[in-house]
């Protein structure tokens, strides 16, 4: 059994990363934005409850703000290599990345 918190909004999903003070900035706005859009479509066609794990979330995504910084970290092409490696997040402003 567990204690599940619903989020409904990402207002929410934002005030939940701010609890815990070293990983407050791991996001930028629009980042969290674009990660509670995913995961909320994610749950919604898996068609059961995604676990709000903050520290899980900052070990397994990464934000960038361009596939040029995305390459001094992994040996890619381009933006179809990395997406045929992993998920990706587009938003206006950078991209987020499943580690790999």
Known sequence: ???IVKIN???EFAAEFAQWPQ???H???PALRALYEYLDEASND???DIELDVVGICCEWSEYKDIEAVK???EIEGLSDL???TTVVEFDGGLLVHEF
């Open 83 to 85: 997406q045929d490696s």
């Open 23 to 25: 990983r407050r900035s």
């Open 27 to 29: 996001f930028s706005r």
């Open 1 to 3: 059994m567990a204690i």
């Open 72 to 74: 001094e970290d992994y």
């Open 9 to 11: 909004c990402v207002d």
């Open 46 to 48: 898996m068609g059961e």
